[in-house]
C-alpha cells in the first residue's frame, strides 16, 4: 500500500466506520423506496465503496446507491417488466459511462443550468416523501411502488394512495416513525451537531426504533410491529445460500429498444450526479485536492457494471455518504474502500439484527432525505434570486413529481432555454426615445453580441419608428452581428426610412460589419 495511504490509516478506518454507520440505514432505505430487494441495495453500497473507492482518484467521494435515483428505478423496472431486465439496463449504464470518460465527456455538467438541477433534486425529494408516508404509517403495500410521480401508470394518483394508507394505520409503526423522525431533527440542532459527526442520527434513529420494538411495542398488542412491516434481508447459512442471493441480468432482453432508453436515462442521470457532487466534494476538500471527471465517469461506469451484473441498484457519488466522510475528518479514499467492506460484512455476519428493523424507521430517514433535499428554504432562496432562475426552478419541480424524472428535467431544461432566448432576444439592443418637448432623434444602440434570434425584435422597433422623424443606430460597442440583422438594417436604411420621411444616422458600421455610415440627413 502507497505510504500516503498508510500514514493516514488513523484518519481514514474510523472515518470508514462513520461513513458505514450512514450509509447502512440508507441502503436499506433506498432499496425499500424504489421497491427492490434489500440485499440489491447493500450491494450496490459495496460495490460503491470497493470497486469505484479503487479505481476513482477523488479522494473523498463515497458511491452508493443514490436517492436521485429511485424515480427512475421504479419507472424503468414497471416499464420493463422486471428487476432483471432492468439490471441488463444498468450493465449498459455502465458501458456508457466508460464511453463518456474516454471521449472526455466530463465537462457536460457544466452545461446544466443549477436552477434545473436544484428543481430536480427538489421534485425528486418531494417524491420520495410522497412514497414513503405510507410506509411511515404502516402501510407497506407493493401497489404503493408503481408510483413514479403524481400519476400512477395503472390509474389514480399519488393523492389517492395516500388516503387510502391513511385509513390502514399502523399506531406503532407511526410511533417509530415520529420518533425517528425527531431524533432525525434533534440530531440537526447545534448542540448534537458536533456528535453527528461521530454518531449519525438516522443510525441512533434505526438503533432506538429497534429497542423500542423489541422491548417495549412486543409486550403491548396494540403497537405490536408485525413481521410484515420489518426489513426482510435474507438469512444465508452456507456458501450455496450466499451464492443464491445474487440476482443476474437477462441478457435475451438485449435487442429490446426500452432496455435501451432506460440505459440512457442511467447514464445521463447518473453521471449527471456523480459530477455534481465531484465538483462540490473538491470545493469542501481543506487539502484542495481536484478529481479528473472522465476518469470518474470511467470509474463509475465499471462501478455499474459490476452492480448490475450481480444483482445491484445504479450507483452514483452521493452527497450525503461524502459529506459525511468529509466531516468524519478522512483523509484519503481508503475510507471509502473501507466502508464498502463493513457494509459487506454487516450483511454476512449480522443479517438477523438487519431484519428487526422497522420499515417505518427507515421511511423516517427517507422522509427526512427528501425533506432536505425540498427544503422550503430552497424555495425562498430560488424566488429571492429573480423570476430567471426561479421560474425554470419551479416548472422542472412541478414536471418531476407530476410526471418522472426524465421528462420533468426535460422541460424544465427546455423552459430554461427558453427564457434565455427570451432574454437574449430582449437585450440585443437599448432603445432611448427622444426627451419629451424635443424633436431628437430616437437612439438604438445595438449590445455586444446580436443574433438572428434578435432579427424580429429589431425590425420591429424600426418598423414602429414614426414618419417623419429621426434615428440613430449605434454598434460602437458590439463585436458581432448577425448578417440578416445587418441586411435588415441596411434595407431600413436605403429604403424603408426613405419612403417615410425618416432621417436615420448609422455610427460604429463602417469597418467590422462592411455597411457604410450614413450621416445624419432629411429625405
Known sequence: MNSKYLKNLKYDLPAGLVVFLVAL????????ASGTPFFSGIIAGVIGGIVIGTLSNSQLSVSGPAAGLVAIVISAIATLGSFETFLLAVV?????????????????AYYFPSNVIKGMLSGIGI??????????????????????????????NALQSLWESFSHISTGATLICLIGLGILAAFETP??????????GGLVAVVVSVLISELVFRHIPALTISPE??????????????????????????????VWMVALTITAVASIETLLCIEAVDQLDPHKRFTNNNRELVAQGIGNMT?????????????VRSSANLNANARTKVSAIFHGVLLFASVLLIPVVLNKIPLASLAAILIYTGYKLARPVLFKEMFANGKYQWKPFLVTVISVVMFDLLAGVGIGLAYSVYYILKGNFRNAFFYYPPEAGTSGPVRMVLSEEVSF?????????????????????????????????????????????KYRNISCRLVGFDKQFSLEEVPAAAH
Open 453 to 497: 434570434l434578435n432579427k424580429a425584435n429589431i425590425k420591429e422597433s424600426l418598423e414602429a419608428i414614426p414618419r417623419n422623424s429621426s434615428i440613430v443606430i449605434d454598434a460602437s460597442n458590439s463585436s458581432y452581428i448577425d448578417f440578416d440583422v445587418l441586411q435588415g438594417i441596411k434595407e431600413f436604411v436605403d429604403y424603408k426610412s
Open 229 to 258: 412491516h420489518l426489513v426482510n434481508v435474507p438469512v444465508a447459512g452456507s456458501f450455496s445460500e450466499i451464492a443464491a442471493l445474487f440476482t443476474f441480468p437477462d441478457f435475451t432482453a438485449i435487442l429490446n429498444p426500452q
Open 127 to 156: 417524491i420520495i416523501i410522497l412514497k414513503q408516508i405510507p410506509h411511515a404509517l404502516g402501510y407497506d403495500t407493493e401497489a404503493f411502488s408503481e408510483l413514479t410521480g403524481f400519476f400512477k401508470k395503472n390509474g389514480g
Open 25 to 32: 440505514p440508507l441502503c436499506l432505505g433506498i432499496s425499500l
Open 191 to 200: 448542540r448534537l451537531k458536533k456528535v453527528s459527526k461521530i454518531i449519525p
Open 307 to 319: 452492480s448490475g451484473l450481480i444483482g445491484g441498484l445504479p450507483i452514483t457519488s452521493v452527497i
Open 92 to 108: 449498459l449504464a455502465g458501458v456508457f459511462q466508460v464511453i463518456l470518460g474516454f471521449i472526455k465527456a466530463g465537462v457536460l
